[in-house]
């Protein structure tokens, strides 16, 4: 089977600061994850793999056909689904034909394509789309609109599809469905994603990790999520016994010293006793003081090289370990207490026609659930007073705090700490500071402008934005927060909210992460109908 590789390929930016040096990888048939934290480089990979970049050194090989979906894709909203597709032309011809049309234009549009429109309903239902060829892409949700670029990608088979992100914005039936598609398809394909359901149907997985230099490496694992992530807890493990047996090897050598150290004040302490009962006098005197101070000085030096080579050892362990990612968030400002109102809706009506009449109160844990463009978001603007209701009210009676679906909205210009700042203008700047360090903002950190952060930073900037606003916020909004978040900051944002005590109202389909912050209720919302509440807990 056709795959796609790597080889010796070396990439720097126009700043001249290298990003690949020397990179083999092949990505072979089936379904390969490419992984790494936010900002590390898979879409340059992305990028270098489809040819919109070139290596400065290397090659890269491309099976014979292939296909690139990009996390952001523009649709004419006036196309038709064919359209879309790439086979309105030869729908439109083998319709022709089928009303008895014999032009021979209609023949070759159709380049004897007889089952395109067989073909292209079922690649859509698939997907689960409706089968409507002829319906405007205007008409579709964002997220059938990011199934459909993929059905376009897939329909003639190529032997290399390409994917990034492809499942963000997708409810769980939609994402569900393309992983039982991809994972079922021949060639080779390369898919970008923290997606841990998709993640968990995969063949291998390649990480990008940065090597001592800063430079990147791509290391491959076989097996899906569970694999790969045993695989990474035994590289830790075996990297904390490193640590352990190099302190140990400290330890003894720095007692090694000192025993010598002792060892030998006491055979100094004995002749210069011997001298002074004057039992060894004169040359011969001297001569072995002379004898005894050059080996002294060449055995303390052998254990004082010995001793240096293991703090060597451990620090250079010590560099290995991975460092504590542990975002705390355990603010005593932003408890709610158990019966104090937070939400309360009454005769509420959205925009798309859902209804809702709800109260909430103490720190309570709210899924907001409903497929794809079911309304949602238009629920949560609605209750934020974001959107205007088309009927009934909403009132919030704690503060509320924000994390956006698309991480926009802070000082591009300004440091962390500022933008911190800029929210809770009573805080003191040394105050400021040290509940950055909560954040994994420390020392200089903080003053890093926002525009420079990577996007595992920028998330934690998000994050300390909206938790350490004055007032702090008792409720907290979140939009879809996992999409495009590495696993290391998505396991960082579950143990966040781990320590938070306010309450959540959280709009997502990552069924793993809504289980892993527990919610108390699930509001299912659908179209022109009431929401369901349901009490989970």
């Not at 894709?73 to 022709?96: F, I, M, P, W």
């Not at 025993?259 to 006793?273: F, P, W």
């Amino acid at each position: 089977m056709h795959a796609l590789s790597f080889s010796h390929v070396s990439f720097a930016w126009p700043d001249g600061r290298a990003l690949f040096t020397d990179l083999d990888l092949t990505v072979p048939a089936g379904l390969t994850a490419l992984v790494g934290r936010n900002g590390i480089g898979k879409s340059t990979l992305i990028r270098l793999a489809v040819g919109e970049l070139a290596p400065d050194t290397g090659t890269v090989t491309r099976p014979p056909s292939w296909a690139y979906v990009p996390q952001s894709v523009t649709l004419g909203l006036d196309s038709s689904v064919a359209h879309a597709l790439g086979v309105a032309s030869r729908v439109a011809a083998l319709r022709a034909i089928e009303a008895g049309s014999v032009d021979p234009v209609d023949f070759d549009a159709l380049a004897d394509d007889w089952s395109v429109e067989e073909r292209a309903t079922a690649m859509l239902a698939s997907l689960g789309l409706p089968g409507d060829l002829d319906r405007t892409v205007g008409r579709l949700s964002g997220g059938e609109a990011v199934l459909l670029t993929i059905a376009a990608a897939l329909l003639d088979g190529p032997d290399l599809l390409v994917l990034d992100e492809p499942t963000n914005n997708l409810d769980a039936p939609a994402r569900a469905g393309l992983a039982d598609r991809l994972a079922a398809r021949d060639g080779a394909t390369l898919v970008v994603s923290h997606d841990r359901d998709l993640l968990a149907r995969v063949d291998r997985i390649v990480e990008l990790r940065e090597r001592d230099d800063r430079t990147v490496q791509a290391r491959g694992f076989g097996g899906a999520l569970d694999a790969f992530e045993s695989a990474r807890e035994g590289e830790r493990d075996a990297l904390a016994r490193d640590v352990s047996a190099a302190s140990s090897q400290v330890v003894r050598q720095s007692r090694v010293l000192a025993a010598h150290a002792d060892a030998a004040g006491r055979r100094r302490r004995a002749g210069e006793k011997a001298r002074a009962d004057r039992r060894v006098v004169g040359l011969a005197a001297d001569a072995r003081q002379h004898q005894a101070e050059r080996t002294d000085a060449r055995v303390r030096g052998i254990h004082q090289d010995r001793l240096g080579a293991a703090r060597a050892r451990l620090a250079e362990a010590r560099a290995a370990l991975p460092r504590d990612r542990t975002i705390r968030v355990d603010l005593p400002g932003t408890a709610v207490p158990e019966r104090r109102l937070v939400l309360e809706a009454s005769g509420l009506v959205t925009r798309t026609g859902a209804t809702l009449d709800a109260l909430v109160r103490g720190p309570e844990r709210i899924h907001v659930t409903g497929l794809n463009g079911a309304g949602k978001s238009t629920l949560v603007a609605t209750l934020l007073g974001e959107a205007p209701a088309a009927a009934g009210e909403a009132r919030i009676g704690v503060p509320v705090g924000v994390l956006p679906q698309r991480l926009v909205g802070l000082d591009e210009g300004a440091s962390v700490l500022d933008n911190v700042r800029r929210r809770a203008p009573g805080a003191e700047p040394q105050e400021v500071r040290d509940l950055l360090g909560r954040f994994r903002f420390r020392g200089g950190a903080a003053d890093a402008p926002v525009a420079t952060l990577s996007g595992g930073e920028r998330f934690r900037a998000f994050l300390a934005c909206a938790l350490l606003a004055r007032p702090e916020p008792q409720l907290l909004v979140l939009d879809e927060p996992t999409n495009s978040l590495d696993l290391d900051s998505q396991a960082q944002l579950v143990e966040a909210l781990d320590g938070y005590r306010g309450a959540l109202l959280v709009v997502s389909h990552d069924v793993a992460f809504v289980d892993a912050i527990a919610p108390t209720r699930a509001w299912e919302v659908r179209p022109g109908e009431p929401v369901a509440d349901r009490q989970l807990r």
